[in-house]
């Protein structure tokens, strides 16, 4: 067995094989950019090598200066973690001519793997099930639309090279294939230096379901089960289960099988995942193979009782599999959600900034959290957007889902817009809890999981209310402790008036609604008055912004954090957002400059659609930034003229930059 890794990569990942290798006595060595410099991953190994500036494509892709590090450390083996380099066959070669074991496949298997062109001829000869398609290596634009005509409508483009939902459109009608296509090859080409794609008949209401395979160098290969990863949103999964619901036994050996056959015919060692696409009549087509451990193998982990990293380098050390197929088992029922900073509302777009506040649920047998962030990190423009991986386990999948919608509940996260609220909402979403499941699930169930915001309720104003008088009470004891005169009466804030009861106003926004609360001080005690009722309070503050609230003889465990003006009240697993108002601070009338379109993040400009001085109808694509590794299209807000762009092609902008000049049409103003 090694003595020393290397992971070369970064994150939750890194810090989960960090985890594996220190309980194994394994050493690590983490590699980190100028912009993770105080990562948790540093933070956790047992060294650590800067290899290059935040860009990926100069530092972790960059193959020789994490070879470097293996040697000047004396790693024995490399564990390339999920993206970046775990599945590019140049950086295993570069392995191997190192004499640094790769924590992976043999060479040739990423290289048959790698494209999925190419691994669909492979199935086809080992009699894997395929999806009807185009894999061919004619790339030119005329001839994939002449395939995709073929194939007929809906179609799906994919990049041959890709993962992850990127470089994938679906294309509904023969008119949009163009732009699709366009914008695919420029995706992938972007994130895999690779613009080649196929196309696939895309499958209504399909299902996908993926299987867990394990070979090592001694002949031997099992699967560990399935895990169905249907719940997607821009063709990324979004919450991971295992087993799949509704799979019977002849179903899952018969995919189980295809998945083994598929590994072996390839000569595969270590870690994979088969997948499928999967017809709700339970037929299914091999989609493809990734050639690492995937984000969701903790599932699969939980229902096995397994450690997949732990058997990931125990194979790579030479030794056989630690059991055979038939030692295998499912216990129970175990769930993932994918925690991350994006704003649900506005198309999943990614959010950066630092974690201000984040307290994530207590890990039991039954609750897991997989992370690369604590309190006061960044989430960083450079890099994917994760948070951290919410992993529950319990007897059944009923069971799990209760554990996933409290442990949603426990979590709190400020300082960057985040998915938790979205994510409680479909774990209870109707269809999602009685497994109705699909890849469109998230789409044909927005009316439930996209509610139009409403006010928060009475007692969310109250407490935040409330949490003003006890923070201003506290600031004042604080200032007392700092002063000359301790016991000064100035810094009492009980509300003691001479023959009268004092009263306050607390003044908060929530959204386009403002209110104010009134604080009355009766005897030795508060009461607060808001929209015409007036209830007795009293609270205090205990760790972590957690505040215990007594309402009118109610007890109601909260938390508040305080970030500038804003407040983040937490009440029974939902966050509401107020806005403290000063009544003592006064802004004038006007805005933003009016017909500029700013950047939502900062990026870069990849395209420049419409035509300066050109005419376009509300709804039209004006350029195209690349921000967060994905593309986001800069829409017309109205119909109206493009009078210049603020950026060319190739030029990074950061936030809040304008991007276009643009003039409304009259009738853009108009309602519909």
Not at 227 to 235: A, F, G, K, P
Not at 386 to 392: E, S
């Amino acid at each position: 067995m090694f003595t020393k890794i290397l992971i070369a990569n970064r994150g939750e990942i890194a810090c989960r094989v960090i985890k594996t290798a220190r309980r194994m006595g394994i050493r690590s060595v983490a590699v980190y950019s100028e912009a993770d410099a105080g990562a948790r991953h540093v933070r956790l190994a047992d060294e650590a090598v800067c290899i290059g500036a935040p860009p990926p494509r100069e530092s972790y892709l960059v193959i020789d200066k994490i070879i470097g590090a293996a040697l000047a450390t004396g790693a024995q083996a490399i564990h390339p973690g999920y993206g970046f380099l775990s599945e590019n066959e140049e950086f295993a070669e570069a392995c191997a001519k190192n004499n640094i074991v790769f924590v992976g496949p043999p060479v040739s298997a990423i290289r048959a793997m790698g494209l999925k062109s190419e691994s669909k001829k492979l199935m086809e000869k080992a009699g894997v099930p395929l999806t009807p398609g185009y894999h061919g290596d004619n790339q030119e634009p005329a001839h994939l639309k002449k395939q995709a005509d073929a194939i007929g409508y809906p179609v799906l483009i994919k990049a041959s090279a890709g993962g992850g939902g990127k470089g994938m459109r679906a294309v509904w009608k023969a008119e949009e294939f163009a732009d699709a296509l366009a914008s695919c090859q420029r995706e992938a080409k972007s994130s895999f230096g690779d613009e080649h794609v196929l196309i696939e008949k895309y499958l209504q209401r399909p299902r996908h379901i993926e299987i867990q395979v394990f070979g090592d160098s001694h002949g031997n290969c099992v699967y560990l089960f399935e895990r169905d990863c249907s719940v997607q949103r821009r063709h990324q999964k979004v919450v991971e289960e295992a087993p799949a619901p509704g799979m019977t036994a002849e179903r899952r050996a018969a995919m189980g099988k295809a998945a083994v056959d598929a590994a072996r015919a390839v000569g595969y060692v270590g870690a994979g995942t088969v997948e499928f696409i999967v017809n709700q009549e339970g037929t299914f087509y091999f989609m493809e193979m990734n050639t690492r451990l995937q984000v969701e193998h903790p599932v699969t982990e939980m229902i096995t009782g397994l450690d997949l990293v732990e058997w990931q380098l125990k194979v790579a050390a030479g030794e056989p599999l630690p059991l055979a197929q038939k030692q295998l088992r499912i216990h129970g029922h175990a769930l993932e959600a994918r925690i991350y900073a994006e704003d649900p509302d506005k198309g999943f777009l990614p959010s950066i900034g630092r974690l201000i506040h984040l307290a994530p649920p207590a890990e039991t047998i039954n609750v897991r959290v997989d992370t690369g962030v604590e309190q006061d990190d960044e989430i960083s423009p450079h890099y994917d957007p994760m948070i951290a991986k919410l992993i529950v386990w319990d007897e059944s999948r009923e069971r799990a889902l209760a554990r996933m919608l409290q442990a949603l509940a426990d979590y709190r996260v400020v300082g960057v817009s985040n998915n938790i609220g979205f994510l409680s909402r479909l774990v209870a979403c109707p269809a999602f809890a009685q497994a109705e499941l699909d890849t469109g699930l998230i789409e044909r169930e927005r009316g439930f999981l996209f509610p139009e915001g409403g006010e928060p309720p009475a007692e969310a104003w109250l407490v935040a209310a409330l949490a003003e008088l006890i923070q201003d009470r506290q600031y004042a004891a604080a200032e007392a402790l700092a002063g000359n005169d301790q016991h000064s009466p100035w810094h009492v804030r009980d509300g003691w008036r001479v023959n009268s009861t004092a009263r306050r106003e607390i003044r908060l926004r929530a959204g386009e609604s403002e209110k104010a609360a009134h604080a009355i001080y009766a005897g030795s005690g508060i009461e607060l008055e808001f929209e015409g009722h007036r209830v007795a309070a009293a609270g205090r503050f205990i760790d972590g912004g957690q505040l215990r609230v007594d309402l009118g003889g109610r007890r109601i465990s909260a938390t508040v954090v305080a970030a500038n003006e804003k407040r983040h009240v937490f009440i029974d697993g939902v966050c509401h957002l107020f806005s403290a108002i000063d009544p003592l601070f006064h802004t004038g009338s006007g805005g933003g400059a009016e017909g500029g379109l700013t950047a939502p993040m900062p990026g870069k400009v990849i395209a420049l659609i419409a035509a300066v001085g050109g005419k376009v109808e509300k709804g039209a694509p004006l350029l195209i930034l690349e921000a967060m590794k994905m593309e986001h299209t800069i829409a017309a807000p109205s119909a109206g003229t493009v009078k210049a762009f603020r950026f060319n092609v190739g030029e990074q902008v950061s936030d809040g930059a304008e991007l276009v000049e643009f003039e409304a049409d009259k009738r853009g103003h108009e309602p519909a």
